[in-house]
């Protein structure tokens, strides 16, 4: 948690921020009036300074709420010797950060899948970081998020590798955005995975060894390995697109400030 509170502190000042124009008491600030604002907006103060009439903004402060879903599966145990940590540890700190940026913004934050409900607040906070760091038994070789009853008008981020079936993934993402939901989905890689930087005998098993191949030419591999990867990819930025939610990718060899930052542009500036 240590962890995820520092990159959280490093991402806030350089992070796009949540406010936006709207109903509250906090003043944000002054914009040029434009044909169709009622002169009940007017700053007339502000406005007898200029020659220009001044619309007074205050900050929207309805909370959101946002759902975070990590995947744990096997598949995300993987590290090759390219990157500093696997993508679970990864996956896990991003959520964490994510969640501190969130709710100590006011927002109500929740896990897909966990048994609880979104809230805002540092005890929810402490119910998140304890609940990730709990192993889940059993724990298949990919993952695809839990049908969840989202509320309608939310936000969502899903955090994976999503080298697993895909139709496991299509339905919940439909759900969501079924609901009026909208999010983003990082996809999580090793950057072994990404090359693909194999030569000679290779012996590829997944991470719950229920699947397992073994070739004596594993460079002859890589450009139909490559391909396939990118084909991956195309179709779930097509799922995302078709969702109306955002999707990128993310190696765990490269900061994962730049990976929080993504993240909470994507879910938190105004008409994404």
Known sequence: MAEAER???????????RRRAGPGETFWQYRQAMPGDPNTAVDWRRSARSDHLFIREMEWEAAQTVWVWRDAALSMDYRSEFAPRSKIERATLLALALSVLLI????RVALVGAPMRPATGETQLRRIAAMVAE??????????????????GGKAVFLSDFLGPLET?????MKAAEAGVTGAMMQILDPAEERFPFDG???FESMGREV???THRARGLADAYRRRLAERRDALERIARRCGWRMTTHHTDVSPRRGLLWLFGAIGAPGR
């Open 104 to 107: 100590r913004g006011g927002e």
């Open 169 to 173: 993934l299509e339905p919940a993402l």
């Open 201 to 203: 005998r290779v012996v």
């Open 212 to 214: 397992d191949f073994e």
């Open 7 to 17: 990159l959280a502190a490093s991402v806030v000042a350089g992070a796009h921020g």
């Open 135 to 152: 192993e889940p038994a059993p724990r298949p070789d990919f993952g695809a998020p839990p049908e969840t009853p989202f509320l309608r």
